[in-house]
């Protein structure tokens, strides 16, 4: 299976908050990241937190790291149609130039 | 300021015939490079990547090859093309040391019929 496991798909209203969950496997993850990828584009790095740090907020970004139970997640508050993309959660230990992993994305909708 | 240029974005070619997407970065010096490979539905899979000149790991055997001939040029290649090789090709680049942080190209969609 995946090293690291997001659902696929999110579905929200304009205006409410988004919660999009991923876990991974490897307990000595140094960098956790979120990544946003608008439709027929590259991926774009909206945030990355150290692991040993619980939270990080960036305006209407909130990230939370569960380092025991190996969760992360993304919050967008006041979702906004603009937000519809896919976003990759990703983990990386530095210990290598190859080693960041990526999981497979979560499409998030936003509807009007 | 650093920059990022892949291309072609979208490709079709027919099965058999040879590939070659070419990405550069600008702005910054021996970065590390990589070619992702993204299917639908699914992750982003690492095909290469370099960490200098001629410096080329392979992380998945397959159909593929890569080259860099140039400090800041990263070359994906085929000599004969499969229909398992269509797909959103992703060139990617980082500098050690900052967080792994890699900063992608805007991706080239190969379509083999």
């Known amino acids: 299976g995946e090293d690291v496991e997001q659902s696929l798909f999110l579905s929200v209203r304009e205006g409410d908050s988004s919660v999009i969950n991923c876990t991974y496997t490897d307990s000595s993850s140094t960098y956790l990241y979120w990544y946003k990828q608008e439709p027929g584009a590259g991926l774009q790095l909206l945030t990355y937190i150290f692991s040993n740090m619980d939270m990080k907020q960036d305006q209407r970004l909130t990230v939370l790291l569960n380092k025991k139970d190996k969760h992360l997640s993304l919050r967008i508050a006041d979702t906004q149609t603009g937000d519809s993309a896919i976003y990759f959660c990703a983990e990386s230990m530095l210990s290598g130039n190859n080693d960041m992993r990526f999981g497979a994305g979560t499409r998030l909708t936003v509807k009007p | 300021s650093q920059t990022i240029h892949q291309w072609p974005a979208t490709l079709v070619q027919p099965v058999g015939s040879p590939l070659s997407l070419e990405c550069t970065v600008e702005g910054t010096s021996n970065p590390n490079l990589y070619w992702y490979r993204q299917a639908a539905g699914r992750g982003l899979q690492l095909l290469f990547y370099?960490?200098?000149?001629?410096?080329i790991s392979s992380e998945v055997p397959q159909n593929l090859s890569a080259s860099r001939p140039q400090d800041r040029q990263f070359i994906l290649s085929s000599k004969k093309l499969l229909l398992s090789d269509s797909g959103f090709y992703l060139c990617a680049w980082s500098v050690s040391g900052r967080a792994n942080v890699l900063t992608f190209g805007a991706g080239s969609r190969l379509t083999v019929l």
């Open positions: 370099s960490i200098g000149i001629d410096q």
